[in-house]
T-cell receptor, first 113, second 114 residues
């Protein structure tokens, strides 16, 4: 069975600082990987996704993520965070032919001035 | 383009009552899903559907039922509501292509059972 671990429940960073959110997955075959963002009281919005090819993927809002098969990781990064990036971030794993996504427990991001 | 629309946004139920959470999408997506979100638990799949007339259980189906009579609609039925069903419910849809897929989520229904 597929699973996702987000080891950081809550992260606080200063505005303008760099950000890395960790995601580790468990899946027997080549996974499809996703990052979603959820603002308070809102639904989830897709930031980026990896299916195949280049292991560094670019997403919306200046985010990027790198798929590292050897480490079973798909960490999300942003060079310089903005106050509007404060939200909860979810990593998810799926697969070809199995479109049921499994989500991690989320990382809440707080931005301080 | 409305995307995925969920109603109601908020609801308070008494123990033992029943209700239906509505979900409609206008993107002609074949796949639809219901998830529940509890604090610190992420999202758990309740039911999903790969097309009209086809539904299947997810990870946490007990206490819920679904139907899919049209491509657009995927209502979630709660029978005999229990406090354990207090949660935020999200409906999502997707349409797999050769380039993969991605979910479009509704804005959620916050349900409290008292």
């Amino acid at each position: 069975a597929q699973s996702v671990t987000q080891p950081d429940i809550h992260i606080t960073v200063s505005e303008g600082a760099s950000l890395e959110l960790r995601c580790n997955y468990s899946y027997g075959a080549t996974p499809y990987l996703f990052w979603y963002v959820q603002s308070p009281g809102q639904g989830l919005q897709l930031l980026l996704k990896y299916f195949s090819g280049d292991t560094l993927v670019q997403g919306i809002k200046g985010f990027e993520a790198e798929f590292k098969r050897s480490q079973s990781s798909f960490n999300l990064r942003k060079p310089s965070v903005h106050w509007s990036d404060a939200a909860e971030y979810f990593c998810a794993v799926g697969a070809r032919g199995n479109e049921k996504l499994t989500f991690g427990t989320g990382t809440r991001l707080t931005i301080i001035p | 383009n409305a995307g995925v629309t969920q109603t109601p946004k908020f609801r308070i139920l008494k123990i033992g009552q029943s209700m239906t959470l509505q979900c409609t999408q206008d993107m002609n997506h074949n796949y639809m899903y219901w998830y529940r979100q509890d604090p610190g638990m992420g999202l758990k799949l309740i039911y999903y559907s790969v097309g009209a007339g086809i539904t299947d259980k997810g990870e946490v189906p007990n206490g819920y039922n679904v139907s899919r009579s049209t491509t657009e609609d995927f209502p979630l039925r709660l029978e005999l509501a229990a406090p354990s069903q207090t949660s935020v419910y999200f409906c999502a849809s997707s349409s797999p292509t050769g380039q993969g897929y991605g979910y479009t989520f509704g804005s959620g229904t916050r349900l409290t059972v008292v």
